[in-house]
């Protein structure tokens, strides 16, 4: 195979809508694929007892812990409607009561089990409130979001090397940002935007290299992963490295590049990325050797996202895992995740943005040409946007459903926690 597609899309600039044909479900996936489980919140979020909402692909959620689990119910109580996560009440660690009028809800089943303001109702042990499926792995709590019961796998939709024996996990991040979830998913894996990160803050205090753009020059250096048991995804394998080009006779290098050294003798093991449905980044040996690096792309609404990052290595002692936490804390976290103090500050200009904060900037950048001006059907792609066509049509084979709107309507301002209420937000 070769790179013809691509170049076809080049030559046929005027096209742009047959390049479309491919995975037409995805680009009506807005809200995310139904039936999938989804990174919801971090572990350590959420202590004993207490309650959190969420909004997940449109669906306000109550969160609440109970004997070390987390149980999840909608946030909207069957009676008016309330938000439990505006004002949560607990008289009992199984349940939770609206605060408006008393209904309480069993959060392990769902059941209401007593109305505070009308004790003898029939609705009492006969009203059943939805609920979610939950698990909790390595720090993460995941919740199915779908019709499916029991629900598929979870193995299916997390990435392959979150599973593996003797990791020690460390959270670096959890943030929501205005750009809809496909386009931070594809961010992640979009494999010219290494350039973007040449001003990142890492470069301040590293004499390390790293390329404009490396991708892979044709659909066989990419392995796609492609089976009837998932989980699903597309490892990109790099082939061809641009270090250096000229506009106008000004030469453009690659951050701390020696012209004399092309490519740099000393670039270290190249990183391997991999994306997976529904919406997660496998990273191997970032931000330094040895770690592995998870994202998800956790969709909000139409308009946002929730980003996670954690970082984690495999430990054989007690020993050895205080060490990575202490790394974390102490390096990797500052190079992965850190706003700069003026945020206005352009990236590079004294703004010693983290490495990834810059992907939160870039998405929200080109969210409103996508989301508002249907760039889906006027952007045109270059040899390394071969990652992204191949993971869409993946996405689109491999989806088990499309996420509706169904009962649930637009924010108009409404906050999942109930705080900082602003009907001129658009979430």
């Known amino acids: 195979m070769t790179d013809t597609p691509i170049r076809e899309m080049e030559d046929n600039i005027d096209g742009a809508n047959k390049r479309l044909e491919p995975y037409p479900d995805y680009l009506k996936a807005e809200l995310g694929l139904r039936n999938h489980w989804y990174a919801a919140l971090f572990g350590h979020e959420l202590e004993e007892g207490k309650c959190k909402g969420e909004m997940i692909m449109g669906e306000r959620i109550l969160f609440k812990r109970v004997d070390g689990d987390v149980y999840a119910i909608a946030d909207r109580c069957p009676h008016r409607g309330a938000a439990f996560s505006a004002r949560p009440e607990c008289y009992t660690k199984n349940t939770v009561t609206c605060w408006f009028h008393g209904f309480t809800i069993d959060v392990r089943d769902g059941m209401l089990v007593q109305i505070v303001t009308d004790p003898d109702s029939r609705l009492i042990g006969r009203l059943k409130h939805k609920t979610y499926h939950v698990q909790e792995i390595n720090g993460v709590v995941f919740v199915f979001m779908g019709d499916m019961d029991p629900p598929p796998p979870i193995e299916q939709d997390l990435q392959p090397k979150f599973l593996r024996p003797k990791?020690?996990?460390?959270?670096?991040?959890?943030?929501?940002?205005r750009a809809n979830?496909?386009?931070?998913?594809?961010n992640g894996f979009?494999?010219?935007?290494?350039?973007?990160?040449?001003?990142?803050?890492?470069?301040?205090f590293t004499d390390a290299s790293m390329p404009l753009s490396s991708f892979p020059k044709t659909p066989d250096s990419l392995e796609i992963i492609d089976n009837d048991e998932g989980p699903w995804g597309i490892v990109k394998v790099d082939d061809y490295t641009v270090w250096t080009t000229e506009i106008e006779g000004e030469t453009v290098n690659a951050?701390?590049?020696d012209p004399d050294n092309i490519p740099p003798p000393d670039v270290p093991q190249e990183t391997v990325v991999g994306i997976y449905l529904p919406c997660g980044l496998e990273v191997d040996w970032w931000p330094a050797p040895g770690v592995l690096h998870f994202e998800w792309?956790?969709?909000?609404?139409?308009?946002?996202?929730?980003?996670?990052i954690c970082h984690a290595t495999e430990v054989n002692s007690d020993e050895e895992a205080e060490a990575f936490y202490k790394a974390c804390r102490e390096e990797y976290i500052p190079v992965t995740w850190k706003a700069a103090t003026d945020q206005a500050a352009p990236m590079g200009d004294g703004a010693e943005w983290g490495f990834n904060n810059f992907d939160a900037f870039g998405r929200e950048q080109i969210h409103h040409v996508y989301q508002y001006e249907d760039f889906w059907h006027q952007e045109k792609l270059i040899r390394p946007d071969m990652t992204v066509s191949k993971w869409r049509m993946l996405a689109n084979k491999r989806m088990r459903g499309i996420q509706q709107r169904q009962g649930w309507a637009r924010m108009q301002g409404w906050s999942p926690d109930g705080q900082d209420y602003d009907p001129k937000k658009t979430w």
């Open 190 to 204: 979009d494999a010219a935007h290494l350039y973007a990160h040449r001003k990142a803050g890492i470069f301040d």
């Open 167 to 177: 990791l020690a996990f460390h959270p670096v991040a959890r943030n929501k940002f």
């Open 255 to 257: 951050v701390n590049l």
């Open 297 to 308: 792309f956790t969709p909000i609404d139409e308009d946002h996202h929730m980003y996670f």
């Open 181 to 186: 979830w496909r386009i931070a998913a594809e």
